[in-house]
C-alpha cells in the first residue's frame, strides 16, 4: 500500500469543502465541466486512462495528470463503499458563490428547480442529473439535506458540476414567478413554464408546505389515474423540465 498516497487522501478528505466522487462519471463530469479535482486513486491506473479513453477522451489529459495507483484493499479502508469502477477522487465543491451568481442572475434562460425539505438522497442525485440533462439553471434545496452528500453526487453521476446546486432557505430564494407542483392545481397542460420560473416539489411523503402554496404564482397538477397516490420525485421533475422544453423552438434551451 501507498502509505504516501494515503495519508495525502485523508489529510484532503478533511477540508472543508471537499467533495467525493465515487466511480468514473462523476469524475468524469468533475473534470469536464471545469471541477477542481485534486486526487484520484484508482485500483488499476491503465484500466482507468483506457476507459476515459474510450468513453471520455476530453478528460483523459487531465486524468493522466491525477491519476494515481493503490491496491483494491487500500481503496476500501479510504471510502465507505468502493464503486465497481474502483476509482475514487477528491474535488472541490462548486462555490456557492458562483452557484447563487448562476441562480440569481437575470434575465434567467431556464428555470430554476426547487425542491423542498427532501429525504431521499438517491431522488435529490436523480433531480440534479435531470436537470444538468434538460439545461435547468439550477436545483435549491431546502432543509436539513446537504444536496453534495456523497450518495447525492454519486446519484447524479457528478452532474453538480454541470448546474447550480445550493442549499437555500425559503426566503433565500431567487426571484421569479413561483410554479408549485400539487394535486389542486391547474392541469400542467393547460399552461406553460417562463424560462425564469421556478418550479417547486414537496417532499416525497408530504408533498408541498402551506408556506409555499401561499408563495406560489400558480399551483399546476400533473394529471393522474385515480387511487394513484403519488409520482416519484425525480420523475415529476423530469416531468416538469420537459414540459418547459416542449414549449420552446428547438434550439433554445433545453438543446
Do not use: C
Given at each position: 500500500?501507498?502509505?504516501?498516497?494515503?495519508?495525502?487522501?485523508?489529510?484532503?478528505?478533511?477540508?472543508?469543502?471537499?467533495?467525493?466522487?465515487?466511480g468514473?462519471?462523476?469524475?468524469?463530469?468533475?473534470?469536464?465541466?471545469?471541477g477542481?479535482?485534486?486526487?484520484?486513486?484508482?485500483a488499476?491506473?491503465?484500466?482507468?486512462?483506457?476507459?476515459?479513453?474510450?468513453?471520455?477522451?476530453?478528460?483523459?489529459?487531465?486524468?493522466?495528470?491525477?491519476?494515481?495507483?493503490?491496491?483494491?484493499?487500500?481503496?476500501?479502508?479510504?471510502?465507505?463503499?468502493?464503486?465497481p469502477?474502483?476509482?475514487?477522487?477528491?474535488?472541490?465543491?462548486?462555490?456557492?458563490?458562483?452557484?447563487l451568481?448562476?441562480?440569481?442572475?437575470?434575465?434567467?434562460?431556464?428555470?430554476?428547480?426547487?425542491?423542498?425539505?427532501?429525504?431521499?438522497?438517491?431522488?435529490?442525485?436523480?433531480v440534479?442529473?435531470?436537470?444538468?440533462?434538460?439545461?435547468?439553471?439550477?436545483?435549491?434545496?431546502?432543509?436539513?439535506?446537504?444536496?453534495?452528500?456523497?450518495?447525492?453526487?454519486?446519484?447524479?453521476?457528478?452532474?453538480?458540476?454541470?448546474?447550480?446546486?445550493?442549499?437555500?432557505?425559503?426566503?433565500?430564494?431567487?426571484a421569479?414567478?413561483?410554479?408549485?407542483?400539487?394535486?389542486?392545481?391547474?392541469?400542467?397542460?393547460?399552461?406553460?413554464?417562463?424560462?425564469?420560473?421556478?418550479l417547486?416539489?414537496?417532499?416525497?411523503?408530504h408533498?408541498?408546505?402551506?408556506?409555499?402554496?401561499?408563495?406560489?404564482?400558480?399551483?399546476?397538477?400533473?394529471?393522474?389515474?385515480?387511487?394513484?397516490?403519488?409520482?416519484?420525485?425525480?420523475?415529476?421533475?423530469?416531468?416538469?423540465?420537459?414540459?418547459?422544453?416542449?414549449?420552446?423552438?428547438?434550439?433554445?434551451?433545453?438543446?
Amino acid at each position: 500500500m501507498n502509505d504516501e498516497s494515503v495519508r495525502a487522501w485523508r489529510a484532503d478528505a478533511q477540508l472543508p469543502g471537499t467533495v467525493l466522487l465515487d466511480g468514473f462519471h462523476p469524475l468524469k463530469h468533475a473534470l469536464r465541466f471545469g471541477g477542481n479535482v485534486r486526487r484520484v486513486l484508482t485500483a488499476d491506473r491503465a484500466a482507468l486512462l483506457a476507459l476515459a479513453a474510450e468513453l471520455a477522451p476530453d478528460v483523459l489529459p487531465a486524468l493522466d495528470g491525477l491519476a494515481a495507483e493503490l491496491p483494491e484493499a487500500g481503496l476500501r479502508a479510504l471510502v465507505p463503499r468502493l464503486h465497481p469502477t474502483g476509482v475514487v477522487a477528491l474535488a472541490d465543491r462548486r462555490t456557492a458563490g458562483a452557484n447563487l451568481a448562476a441562480l440569481t442572475g437575470r434575465p434567467r434562460p431556464a428555470p430554476v428547480v426547487l425542491l423542498e425539505n427532501p429525504r431521499n438522497l438517491g431522488n435529490v442525485g436523480a433531480v440534479i442529473r435531470l436537470a444538468a440533462g434538460f439545461g435547468a439553471t439550477g436545483v435549491v434545496t431546502t432543509g436539513d439535506l446537504d444536496p453534495w452528500h456523497p450518495t447525492v453526487v454519486r446519484g447524479s453521476a457528478g452532474l453538480h458540476y454541470a448546474t447550480a446546486v445550493e442549499r437555500l432557505a425559503l426566503a433565500e430564494l431567487p426571484a421569479g414567478p413561483l410554479y408549485v407542483l400539487d394535486p389542486e392545481g391547474a392541469d400542467i397542460r393547460t399552461l406553460s413554464f417562463p424560462d425564469d420560473a421556478l418550479l417547486a416539489f414537496g417532499t416525497e411523503r408530504h408533498g408541498v408546505s402551506a408556506e409555499l402554496k401561499a408563495r406560489a404564482d400558480r399551483l399546476v397538477a400533473v394529471p393522474m389515474q385515480p387511487g394513484v397516490s403519488s409520482f416519484n420525485l425525480a420523475t415529476s421533475v423530469a416531468m416538469g423540465l420537459f414540459h418547459w422544453m416542449s414549449g420552446r423552438p428547438p434550439g433554445l434551451g433545453g438543446d
